[in-house]
């Protein structure tokens, strides 16, 4: 027979139970705002039934209700997808961010920009061209070959500023990762101490465990997985960072960039030394926006020069353009006076003096130009880029006040030429030098006999000179000196003439350039090599510049930053679209609701007051019977 008092345990079953359900929608609406945290549902079921043996039979009746457990509400595969996105989106903030810091460095399209800077230096030549001997016109001109300096100069300082900044940013993630993976340990033990009994679900530990590889994830690319105990184990790039058991510490390691000699940050296993290569998060795009360049990508489907040092090269690039190919044109040149000796040799760019040590085209020259260990061990012979930049200064002769101004080498000797060219699809032609011989009007023609079959430089010529009368005063056949090392090569012709052929995919064997020494040189106000060193910025290609002339190069290179830099805001847009989805279709999953909160709580409440009512005429019940029972007759 069922005991008088078994209700009673049965109402105080269902008081804890509601009690606990409204403690829970309790603890739900106060956690409401806290990051990372998952609302909780209490699993109610229905306790043993007991036996009982009426007089009819037996029959079952139910004993209350227990709390099997109390569980936090979480979907494992949205959270996968979270982190896999995450990762992605700080990849792309990270490049987005630094695209934008370069196109600062630059500041086009605006008046102070770099383009604005070449343009006057191109306008000052073609000024100086109308009026060689004009001094004022050399000033202006020499003042606007400082501006590209200080321009070029300018922006190599602030992108190397970048560069430290960036190396900055990688100690403090390192750090970050560290310390988060060490809590995560932390955490993975106390989950596992509470659950061992296999009850008990420890969902405020595991809410902020997972809060943490959040985190994490926006830092780098993690994959996580969880053993049976309840172990987090997360892996990034093949290196287990956490597991039940231990952390493996990462360390932030300075070492020297071959190219530009700055300090570079890698990130390493602090146990084994070994670089970690990152395939997503912030700590890839600070390693990509830093040094990553087209010629590293190796089939990576992000392969533009997207970083810091992408753009130092191409830095490097024009500067060694000017100190290579501009300054040989005005080495070819002359000043103010029509004297052979005069101004011949020197540079407008880099080392002062005159004569063949000063010249940056030739490979001989370089331990005495850059200084002894001027190469790196993975490009032997070759200039570290940042000598380049270096490099790239004012010839301190042209502001002699005695003669400095004359220096500039707005002239040649030969005055200008009508060149006639075979073929008017190929590269021009550029003549130099001082014309010696004892003809009066001798004509030259000079015949490509070898090309470069990839850039179309001219790698062999042959020419003849003949008089007026078809005497032929001299030939020869010249192969490009090897050590000159910038396109286009320079041929010495006979009787001091040279002649220099434009790299141009369309140079064939065979073509031809003719020419006529004018009888009378060219006057004061010539200035027709001011004319071929204007050209040489705005028209001339150049295959160190990939087939372009330097304007077309900081053109491109201009434009391609914006392209980028829109992209990147486009992939970031877009990629934060779809983190916001995730997180929203998270937060319908696992966040709290407060209008779903405050309806449960009133139907625990309901529930906790009618148990206690039940309990009360149970009471009443009870009283009767003990109280009230057989006291008639007393």
Same mark, same amino acid.
């Given at each position: ?17 509601q009690k606990m359900s409204l403690d829970t929608v309790g603890h ?5 705002? /806290? ?13 043993? &039934? ?19 457990? %109390? ?23 990270? %490049? ?13 399209? /605006? ?18 061209? /109308? ?235 370089y331990d005495a130009l850059f200084g002894p260990g001027y190469d ?6 070759? &200039? ?39 073929? &008017? ?27 470069? &079959? ?6 062999? %010529? ?38 220099? %052929? ?126 009230? /029972? ?5």
């Amino acid at each position: 027979m069922r005991s008088t008092f078994s209700g009673l345990n049965t109402v105080v079953l269902g008081l804890n139970a509601q009690k606990m359900s409204l403690d829970t929608v309790g603890h739900n609406i106060a956690n409401a705002n /806290t990051p990372g945290y998952s609302r909780q549902r209490v699993n109610l079921v229905t306790s043993a &039934p007991q036996a009982v043996y009426t007089g009819i039979g037996k029959v079952q009746i139910g004993t209350g209700v227990l709390t099997e457990s %109390i569980v936090r509400i979480r979907n494992s595969f949205i959270d996968q997808q979270m982190w896999k996105e995450t990762s992605t989106l700080g990849y792309g903030q990270t %490049i987005l961010d630094t695209l934008g810091q370069v196109e600062g460095v630059f500041q086009e399209p /605006t008046e102070t920009g770099m383009q604005t800077v070449l343009d006057k230096f191109w306008k000052a030549w073609n000024t100086l061209s /109308t009026n060689g001997s004009d001094n004022g016109a050399r000033t202006a001109l020499r003042e606007r070959g400082v501006e590209v300096v200080d321009a070029i100069q300018q922006a190599n300082t602030q992108l190397r500023s970048m560069v430290g900044d960036i190396n900055t940013v990688i100690g403090i993630r390192v750090d970050t990762i560290n310390q988060i993976t060490e809590e995560m340990l932390s955490l993975n033990k106390q989950i596992v101490r509470v659950e061992m009994g296999g009850s008990a679900h420890a969902n405020d530990l595991r809410d902020r465990r997972d809060y943490l590889v959040d985190q994490l994830s926006q830092i780098i690319n993690v994959r996580v997985t969880e053993d049976k105990a309840g172990n987090y184990t997360v892996q990034s790039s093949g290196l287990v960072l956490v597991d039940g058991y231990a952390n493996n510490k990462l360390k932030a390691e300075s070492r020297k960039d071959p190219d530009y000699g700055y300090e570079v940050v890698d990130v390493k296993d602090a146990a084994t030394g070994t670089v970690i290569n990152f395939t997503g998060g912030e700590l890839k795009g600070l390693i990509d926006s830093r040094d990553k360049t087209s010629a590293d990508s190796a089939g990576d489907a992000r392969d533009s020069d997207i970083s810091v040092k992408a753009y130092l090269n191409k830095l490097s690039t024009m500067s060694q353009f000017l100190l290579q190919e501009f300054n040989a044109v005005h080495r070819d040149g002359y000043g103010i006076n029509n004297d052979p000796n005069d101004n011949t040799g020197y540079n407008f760019f880099g080392a002062a003096g005159n004569g063949a040590a000063t010249d940056y085209n030739n490979s001989n020259n370089y331990d005495a130009l850059f200084g002894p260990g001027y190469d790196s061990v993975d490009h032997p012979g070759v &200039p570290r880029a940042q000598l380049w930049i270096d490099a790239l200064t004012m010839n301190a002769d042209l502001f002699n006040p005695a003669d400095g101004l004359s220096r500039i080498a707005a002239k040649t000797m030969v005055g200008s030429l009508d060149i006639t060219q075979g073929n &008017p699809a190929g590269g021009k032609a550029v003549i130099g030098g001082n014309y010696t011989g004892s003809a009066v009007t001798p004509s030259y023609e000079v015949r490509i006999d070898g090309r470069d &079959p990839v850039t179309g430089a001219v790698t062999q %010529i042959s020419y003849q000179i003949k008089d007026t009368d078809g005497t032929v005063l001299g030939n020869g056949t010249l192969s490009a000196d090897p050590n000159q090392v910038a396109e286009p090569k320079q041929f010495v012709l006979g009787d001091g003439l040279t002649i220099r %052929i434009n790299s141009d995919s369309d140079n064939a064997v065979g073509d031809t350039y003719t020419f006529t020494i004018p009888k009378e040189p060219q006057g004061n106000a010539a200035g027709d090599n001011a004319i071929n060193l204007g050209n040489r910025l705005k028209v001339d290609v150049s295959s160190l510049l990939g087939g372009s002339s330097l304007d077309t190069f900081y053109g491109s290179m201009i434009g391609a930053l914006g392209v980028q830099t829109q992209n990147a805001e486009r992939l970031t847009e877009n990629q934060l679209t779809l983190v916001n989805q995730i997180n929203n279709w998270r937060q319908s999953v696992s966040g709290v609701n407060m209008d779903e909160e405050i309806s449960d709580m009133i139907r625990f409440q309901k529930g906790y007051n009618a148990a206690a009512r039940v309990l009360t005429t149970m009471d009443e019940m009870l009283d009767k019977l003990i109280n009230g /029972t057989g006291v008639v007759g007393r």
